[in-house]
T-cell receptor, first 114, second 113 residues
Framework: QKEVEQNSGPLSVPEGAIASLNCTYS??????FFWYRQYSGKSPELIMF????GDKEDGRFTAQLNKASQYVSLLIRDSQPSDSATYLC??????????????FGAGTRLAVHP | DTGVSQDPRHKITKRGQNVTFRCDPI?????LYWYRQTLGQGPEFLTY????????KSRLLSDRFSAERPKGSFSTLEIQRTEQGDSAMYLC???????????FGPGTRLLVL
């Protein structure tokens, strides 16, 4: 079992719709979770992070976390063609010494069509 | 502050050659990470520095790979005797405690022929 799993997609949604991206993780001890957006040929760009169960909203983006189900999701409202990219879910793994590394899923490709 | 920078952005080399990449983190960040990303996959952790100390290395980092951060500022990643399987995007990220958020540089895309 992979540590962080995402549906590879592509997820195709019409412009203006809500895109829902999902991620599951295996380490029950994980405490912080990140969503990055990556355009083709570019590096990952941070969208949001979430630490607590429930929802966290930032503009058109909402991150949802359910630690009991080991599930993180990202909702994108009013999707735009410029949102077309690969969305990477990352889970923070704490290492000895109090520092951390990110474990990434393979990403979900989102395509927003006009 | 211009964010994390990496140099070069692209590198094409022949199998067996050595290559070196540089990363300059965000100036106040004392934590620096290297990741490798291949097509269709998420970034994979390679190594981590806190200031000048290399505190964690992935088993992905074979003995052909070496990383340094001599003065706790910029870092270099060297690959000796490159192989075609080393072709990937090499990403650098930095963060500063207590915040865990890592910010990525633009990456160095390596192609080994």
């Amino acid at each position: 079992q992979k540590e962080v799993e995402q549906n590879s997609g592509p997820l195709s949604v019409p412009e203006g719709a809500i895109a829902s991206l999902n991620c599951t993780y295996s380490d029950r001890g994980s405490q912080s979770f990140f969503w990055y957006r990556q355009y083709s040929g570019k590096s990952p760009e941070l969208i949001m992070f979430i630490y607590s169960n429930g929802d966290k909203e930032d503009g058109r983006f909402t991150a949802q976390l359910n630690k009991a189900s080991q599930y993180v999701s990202l909702l994108i409202r009013d999707s735009q063609p410029s949102d077309s990219a690969t969305y990477l879910c990352a889970v923070n793994m704490e290492l000895s010494g109090g520092y951390n590394k990110l474990i990434f899923g393979a990403g979900t490709r989102l395509a927003v069509h006009p | 502050d211009t964010g994390v920078s990496q140099d070069p952005r692209h590198k094409i080399t022949k199998r067996g050659q050595n290559v070196t990449f540089r990363c300059d983190p965000i100036s106040e960040h004392n934590r620096l990470y290297w990741y490798r990303q291949t097509l269709g996959q998420g970034p994979e952790f390679l190594t981590y520095f806190q200031n000048e100390a290399q505190l964690e290395k992935s088993r992905l980092l074979s003995d052909r790979f070496s990383a340094e951060r001599p003065k706790g500022s910029f870092s270099t990643l060297e690959i000796q005797r490159t192989e075609q399987g080393d072709s990937a995007m090499y990403l650098c990220a930095s963060s500063h405690p207590p915040y865990e958020t890592q910010y990525f540089g633009p990456g160095t895309r390596l192609l080994v022929l």
